[in-house]
């Protein structure tokens, strides 16, 4: 029998040999031993394991094989926010894109940008500490994902330890995918079975990343390509296309048609060369991701609330097909838009089975020329939203007929009105059951205070049965009131009402979001938490004060004023706050920043900064851009040909500030 000592020595050699020849086989592909040999070492991998199970590592290779089931995921908070991306459609958008970060860093000089293909999978944050991978992640909203640690370590491109003398922190992002060949090997194991088959790879990939028994994960063929890290800082280098050598040498897989491409005329000829392989790569892709090279000007391009402004998605033409116009429904939304929804002969697109698809408003109708019972050609919008690009004119037989918009709302009868200047036909009444509905939705959902357990189907069923009407009968809800009805059971309704108690207290901008005031989104209502911090000052805020807001503009400052003034919102928020919604602010306190407190104003034409990098200093100092003089503002940054804006400040009495006055201020 082999003493301890020596099986812990063997066992090291064992991991290491492992180790290597997996990487030549599924990142390298190029394998130095045969299969046959490569189960021998792991067989007596296994077998030393099992005498001596006290010397199992966290990165042996035979931790890939899954572990016992979870009861649940847990949740992981990114320390760096996993930011989307902004999307590009043709080359004009891409000129657009490179010609806006001109503007912003000042330069006329074509920007150095990687290209690389944009994988359809599930995007993941795998954390290493001295070099072990100990924690793997979903995206989730960005700031908090799901913890599928275990389901990670079952993919062979993930490394477990990394090679060579990796960094003490290094936080790898990059996006786990199913190759094709294994998409389609899957379904018909399913098929096989009698389960239902998954509608795309992505899918299929995304399902078996959240089972929660990771033997599930380890049985299917996932593969992991990396794209970056959550912070340059981890790493001594100053471009993404150092970083792949980096990464690759660390022992990652590094997708091999990535580019660097000196301006947006080569990253063009570069995603046309990727769009021309797409169908012989043997995964799925939806376009090209473009990022700025430099991380000196990524850091000074900077992020906007959503996605980073050194870098956009280039996604390709969608799939398409052709389908028939059955029929047409409309749909009343939260603000009352009603939306004609083409109703169409079933069609595959793009591997998902579309049925329905937005016909937008009346305008889009007619500008289409659309008829029930045309014959149209459907695509994914992006690959992902259906919708009716055009009629197939040549294809109709004279027995279509037009579609003819509703006079009154479907849900409430009410008389349908189409505000001046406006495209949509919208239900005036505020009553309107459909508005309701729509509008407890968003409160609930993810958009909003995303209680668990509230979905669509929950608030229909409790409307439908005249238990919840408006916002504040959520906070009236009893799980008695749940557990009669169907579905429900006392255990589902104790935890709908105790996620009801703790989505009281929230933050400001999140509970302004979920109001659904019209033009108001998840950024406004943070610039708004910014500004007036409080419910209180937002309610006692004018016309004007919105306006004020850099970055609100005169349709939603008028939708603002509107809902804060209206006797029915003043009620509503009344019952809310008295039933126990308890806000706060989400953002940092600010107190300690330089520039916390202080205003500023810019006119005239700045040299040292772009307007846009300007504000950005400004910003992440803690300080305050408005766009007017008033007696509030604090500096008025005055650069070449400065007009009436420095006039007004004179008058005022405001501190003028040259541009390099400010860049001194800025620094100090």
Same mark, same amino acid.
């Given at each position: 029998?082999?003493?301890?000592?020596?099986?812990?020595?063997?066992?090291?050699?064992?991991?290491?040999?492992?180790?290597?020849?997996?990487?030549?086989?599924?990142?390298?592909?190029?394998?130095?031993?045969?299969?046959?040999?490569?189960?021998?070492?792991?067989?007596?991998?296994?077998?030393?394991?099992?005498?001596?199970?006290?010397?199992?590592?966290?990165?042996?290779?035979?931790?890939?094989?899954?572990?016992?089931?979870?009861?649940?995921?847990?949740?992981?908070?990114?320390?760096?926010?996993?930011?989307?991306?902004?999307?590009?459609?043709?080359?004009?958008?891409?000129?657009?894109?490179?010609?806006?970060?001109?503007?912003?860093?000042?330069?006329?000089?074509?920007?150095?940008?990687?290209?690389?293909?944009?994988?359809?999978?599930?995007?993941?944050?795998?954390?290493?500490?001295?070099?072990?991978?100990?924690?793997?992640?979903?995206?989730?909203?960005?700031?908090?994902?799901?913890?599928?640690?275990?389901?990670?370590?079952?993919?062979?491109?993930?490394?477990?330890?990394?090679?060579?003398?990796?960094?003490?922190?290094?936080?790898?992002?990059?996006?786990?995918?199913?190759?094709?060949?294994?998409?389609?090997?899957?379904?018909?194991?399913?098929?096989?079975?009698?389960?239902?088959?998954?509608?795309?790879?992505?899918?299929?990939?995304?399902?078996?990343?959240?089972?929660?028994?990771?033997?599930?994960?380890?049985?299917?063929?996932?593969?992991?390509?990396?794209?970056?890290?959550?912070?340059?800082?981890?790493?001594?280098?100053?471009?993404?296309?150092?970083?792949?050598?980096?990464?690759?040498?660390?022992?990652?897989?590094?997708?091999?048609?990535?580019?660097?491409?000196?301006?947006?005329?080569?990253?063009?000829?570069?995603?046309?060369?990727?769009?021309?392989?797409?169908?012989?790569?043997?995964?799925?892709?939806?376009?090209?991701?473009?990022?700025?090279?430099?991380?000196?000007?990524?850091? @000074?391009?900077? *992020? /906007?609330?959503? !996605?980073?402004?050194?870098?956009? +998605?280039?996604?390709?033409?969608?799939?398409? &097909?052709?389908?028939?116009?059955?029929?047409?429904?409309?749909?009343?939304?939260?603000?009352?838009?009603?939306?004609?929804?083409?109703?169409?002969?079933?069609?595959?697109?793009?591997?998902?089975?579309?049925?329905?698809?937005?016909?937008?408003?009346?305008?889009?109708?007619?500008?289409?020329?659309?008829?029930?019972?045309?014959?149209?050609?459907?695509?994914?919008?992006?690959?992902?939203?259906?919708?009716?690009?055009?009629?197939?004119?040549?294809?109709?037989?004279?027995?279509?007929?037009?579609?003819?918009?509703?006079?009154?709302?479907?849900?409430?009868?009410?008389?349908?009105?189409?505000?001046?200047?406006?495209?949509?036909? @919208?239900?005036? *009444? /505020?009553?309107? !059951?459909?508005?309701?509905?729509? +509008?407890?939705?968003?409160?609930?959902?993810? &958009?909003?205070?995303?209680?668990?357990?509230?979905?669509?189907?929950?608030?229909?069923?409790?409307?439908?049965?005249?238990?919840?009407?408006?916002?504040?009968?959520?906070?009236?809800?009893?799980?008695?009131?749940?557990?009669?009805?169907?579905?429900?059971?006392?255990?589902?309704?104790?935890?709908?009402?105790?996620?009801?108690?703790?989505?009281?207290?929230?933050?400001?901008?999140?509970?302004?979001?979920?109001?659904?005031?019209?033009?108001?989104?998840?950024?406004?209502?943070?610039?708004?938490?910014?500004?007036?911090?409080?419910?209180?000052?937002?309610?006692?805020?004018?016309?004007?004060?919105?306006?004020?807001?850099?970055?609100?503009?005169?349709?939603?400052?008028? !939708?603002?004023?509107?809902?804060?003034?209206?006797?029915?919102?003043?009620?509503?928020?009344?019952?809310?706050?008295?039933?126990?919604?308890?806000?706060?602010?989400?953002?940092?306190?600010?107190?300690?920043?330089?520039?916390?407190?202080?205003?500023?104003?810019?006119?005239?034409?700045?040299?040292?900064?772009?307007?846009?990098?300007?504000?950005?200093?400004?910003?992440?100092?803690?300080?305050?851009?408005?766009?007017?003089?008033?007696?509030?503002?604090?500096?008025?940054?005055?650069?070449?040909?400065?007009?009436?804006?420095?006039?007004?400040?004179?008058?005022?009495?405001?501190?003028?500030?040259?541009?390099?006055?400010?860049?001194?201020?800025?620094?100090?």
């Amino acid at each position: 029998m082999t003493d301890i000592q020596s099986a812990r020595l063997r066992l090291a050699e064992l991991r290491k040999e492992i180790n290597f020849h997996s990487h030549r086989y599924y990142v390298l592909d190029d394998p130095h031993i045969s299969d046959g040999e490569f189960d021998q070492l792991f067989q007596e991998l296994l077998q030393l394991e099992k005498e001596f199970p006290e010397l199992i590592d966290p990165d042996s290779p035979s931790q890939r094989v899954g572990g016992a089931p979870l009861a649940e995921f847990g949740q992981v908070r990114h320390r760096v926010p996993m930011l989307s991306l902004e999307n590009a459609f043709s080359l004009a958008e891409l000129h657009n894109f490179e010609e806006r970060l001109q503007r912003f860093l000042q330069t006329n000089s074509p920007i150095e940008f990687m290209a690389e293909p944009k994988l359809d999978g599930l995007a993941v944050e795998l954390v290493y500490h001295n070099g072990l991978f100990v924690v793997g992640s979903t995206r989730g909203d960005g700031a908090v994902g799901e913890d599928i640690t275990a389901n990670l370590k079952t993919i062979q491109t993930v490394p477990l330890r990394l090679h060579g003398a990796p960094p003490p922190l290094l936080e790898v992002r990059g996006e786990v995918f199913l190759p094709l060949s294994g998409f389609e090997q899957l379904n018909a194991q399913r098929a096989a079975s009698g389960l239902p088959l998954f509608a795309n790879p992505r899918n299929a990939a995304a399902g078996s990343l959240r089972q929660l028994d990771s033997k599930i994960a380890a049985s299917r063929p996932l593969d992991f390509f990396c794209y970056g890290i959550a912070d340059s800082l981890q790493v001594q280098c100053n471009s993404q296309s150092k970083l792949f050598e980096i990464l690759r040498g660390l022992g990652f897989k590094i997708n091999p048609l990535r580019k660097l491409c000196k301006g947006a005329g080569a990253v063009d000829r570069h995603c046309g060369f990727i769009q021309e392989q797409r169908a012989e790569l043997g995964y799925d892709i939806d376009g090209v991701v473009v990022k700025v090279n430099n991380f000196d000007l990524q850091k @000074r391009l900077g *992020n /906007k609330a959503r !996605s980073p402004r050194w870098a956009i +998605a280039w996604k390709f033409a969608a799939h398409q &097909a052709t389908s028939r116009i059955l029929g047409v429904e409309y749909g009343v939304g939260r603000t009352g838009i009603i939306t004609p929804i083409a109703i169409l002969k079933p069609v595959t697109v793009g591997g998902v089975v579309v049925q329905r698809a937005t016909l937008h408003n009346e305008d889009e109708i007619r500008r289409k020329n659309l008829y029930l019972g045309d014959t149209v050609l459907v695509q994914r919008a992006g690959d992902v939203i259906p919708e009716i690009v055009k009629a197939v004119a040549d294809k109709r037989t004279g027995s279509e007929e037009p579609i003819v918009m509703p006079e009154h709302c479907p849900a409430c009868s009410t008389k349908l009105s189409r505000p001046y200047g406006e495209s949509a036909l @919208r239900c005036p *009444n /505020k009553q309107c !059951s459909a508005q309701q509905i729509r +509008a407890l939705i968003h409160y609930c959902g993810k &958009a909003g205070l995303d209680i668990e357990g509230l979905g669509q189907k929950a608030i229909e069923q409790l409307y439908e049965h005249s238990i919840v009407f408006e916002l504040p009968d959520i906070y009236m809800l009893q799980a008695e009131d749940l557990a009669r009805l169907d579905g429900w059971g006392a255990r589902s309704a104790e935890k709908v009402i105790q996620a009801i108690e703790e989505s009281k207290n929230t933050t400001l901008a999140r509970f302004v979001a979920a109001l659904g005031i019209r033009f108001v989104g998840e950024v406004t209502s943070q610039l708004l938490e910014q500004r007036f911090e409080t419910l209180e000052a937002l309610r006692n805020a004018s016309h004007a004060d919105f306006m004020d807001v850099e970055g609100i503009g005169e349709q939603a400052a008028t !939708s603002l004023s509107e809902y804060f003034s209206n006797t029915h919102s003043v009620a509503l928020l009344d019952r809310l706050l008295a039933l126990g919604v308890h806000l706060s602010r989400g953002a940092a306190p600010q107190e300690n920043r330089p520039l916390t407190g202080k205003v500023f104003v810019f006119t005239g034409t700045l040299h040292m900064f772009s307007r846009n990098e300007a504000k950005l200093r400004v910003k992440e100092l803690g300080g305050q851009v408005v766009s007017s003089v008033s007696k509030k503002v604090t500096y008025v940054v005055c650069g070449e040909k400065a007009g009436s804006k420095k006039k007004k400040a004179e008058e005022l009495g405001s501190t003028l500030l040259s541009e390099e006055e400010f860049s001194a201020l800025i620094n100090s």
